[in-house]
């Protein structure tokens, strides 16, 4: 198992340009999410999926859209990019138990540039 | 907000146990206490959960004061492999409570531990 796979690992881009960030898993997960993480802060939340077609605003959802492609896939959008979007983001899932979400797996991370 | 309150960080010698306290005092009834960990600039990895009873598994214990208003983790024997920043969340338990679709995996900033040899 691969667990949660996100690509591309560094990412350069120029004010306005725009970019698709994506994430796979691979341990039949219902839910998922993307963060972002700024040097010396904890993680906050862009949004959430909790299956397959459905997706939630979480904290700091300005900027960016997400697509669900499908259970394995969950897409993170930059349409104009900013520099304020520099940072480091970490695509997660967590299975679903009865009706309640266990503990989530983290990709390592993609690190974007905004310049 | 974040719903946790944590040291901003600790020290531990090596071969140590590493008591790592968080404070939820407004928890609800249908949360859990999760723990994560973030090594340098990894993902943040899953440690441990639980929702009124001390849990333990291969890594970490978690104790849980009755009232469930605190908690904390402990690393019986920290390695220089533990230094890492620790985060404590509470999570709601069911899907239904929270809307079934808002996420609830909500990260503040975390205890930075430093085991030194």
């Known amino acids: 198992n691969a667990g949660v796979t996100q690509t591309p690992k560094f990412q350069v881009l120029k004010t306005g340009q725009s970019m698709t960030l994506q994430c796979a898993q691979d341990?039949?997960?219902?839910?998922m999410y993307w963060y972002r993480q700024d040097p010396g802060m904890g993680l906050r939340l862009i949004y959430y999926?909790?299956?397959?077609?459905?997706?939630d605003k979480g904290e700091v959802p300005n900027g960016y859209n997400v697509s669900r492609l499908n259970k394995r896939e969950f897409s993170l959008r930059l349409e104009s990019a900013a520099p304020s979007q520099t940072s480091v983001y970490f695509c997660?899932?967590?299975?679903?138990?009865?009706?309640?979400?266990?503990?989530?797996?983290f990709g390592q991370g993609t690190r974007l540039t905004v310049v | 907000d974040a719903k946790t309150t944590q040291p901003t960080s600790m020290d531990c010698a090596e071969g140590r146990a590493a008591n790592l306290p968080c404070n939820h005092s407004?928890?609800?009834?249908?949360?859990?206490v999760y723990w994560y960990r973030q090594i340098h600039s990894q993902g943040p990895q899953y440690i441990i959960h639980?929702?009124?009873n001390n849990e333990t598994n291969e890594m970490a214990s978690l104790i849980i004061t009755e009232d469930r208003k605190s908690s904390t983790l402990i690393l019986p024997h920290a390695t220089l492999r533990d230094t890492a920043v620790y985060y404590c969340?509470?999570?709601?338990?069911?899907?239904?409570?929270?809307?079934?679709?808002?996420?609830?995996?909500?990260f503040g900033k975390g205890t930075k531990l430093s085991v030194k040899p």
């Open positions: 997660a899932s967590s299975r679903r138990d009865r009706d309640r979400d266990t503990e989530a797996f």
């Open positions: 341990m039949n997960h219902n839910s």
């Open positions: 999926s909790a299956s397959e077609g459905t997706t």
């Open positions: 407004t928890i609800s009834g249908n949360e859990y």
């Open positions: 639980g929702l009124k």
């Open positions: 969340i509470v999570r709601v338990a069911s899907l239904f409570d929270y809307g079934g679709s808002q996420g609830n995996l909500i």
